[in-house]
């Protein structure tokens, strides 16, 4: 009973990662897309899809962990919430060609937090298994870590001047430091 449920709390927490990280790269990728501003409707649906699978599996999450040390479901409910955060950016920038300077760091973030949030996938698929996987989240945080980073950089540099609001450039990268900090959190307790 009890390998059971902890299956099917692992089983919904792979499902989990999985939405989130469709979330995020359509999220993200809503910031590279021309056609942004005149299809806003059809990407926003898009994300609202995601995210009721997202508020669905959280639940299910909630149900079956309850009393379980396993996983924490409001870090879980914080990772949704923080990635959710990183889609306010595109309602704050009026004007959406800013999103072309950054166009190559918001590709490499968008990529090193899928790799990140696939790894993950793959350590609760291992746990799901009783097998205890090599760790090489190190890795992935300090890829994630120099991703961010780099677009710290060019907001210093670039964002500051060319954006009319270039504060809400700054709510982005705490939004991104606040991620990257919960993910090594929940990967340090599996480690």
């Known amino acids: 009973m009890f390998f059971s449920k902890r299956n099917k709390l692992l ?28 299809n806003q409707t059809i990407y926003n649906q898009h994300i609202h899809k995601i995210r009721l699978k997202i508020l669905k599996t959280i639940q299910k ?3 079956l ?8 479901i409001n870090q879980l409910t914080n990772l949704y919430e923080i990635i959710f955060s990183l ?14 300077v950054c166009e190559n760091e918001i590709k490499h973030i968008t990529e090193s937090l899928s790799h990140l949030l696939q790894y993950i996938v793959f350590i609760l698929n291992k ?11 190190d890795a992935l945080i300090t890829d994630f870590a120099y991703k961010t980073q780099a677009f710290e950089e060019l907001y210093r540099s670039t964002l500051q001047v060319v954006s009319a609001h270039p504060i809400v450039f700054l709510f ?10 919960e993910l090594e959190s929940f990967l340090l307790r599996f480690s």
Request: aromatic share 8%; net charge positive; glycine share 2%.
């Open 87 to 100: 889609d306010t950016l595109k309602s704050r920038v009026k004007d959406h060609t800013t999103f072309e």
């Open 61 to 63: 999450i909630r149900c």
């Open 65 to 72: 962990g309850l009393h379980s040390a396993l996983i924490d």
């Open 11 to 38: 089983k919904s927490c792979v499902h989990y990662f999985n939405t989130l990280d469709q979330l995020q790269i359509v999220i993200l990728k809503c910031y590279l897309r021309r056609d942004y501003k005149i």
């Open 172 to 181: 982005f990268e705490r939004d991104l430091k606040a991620l990257r900090h």
């Open 127 to 137: 746990k799901r298994k009783n097998q205890h996987p090599h760790l090489k989240m």
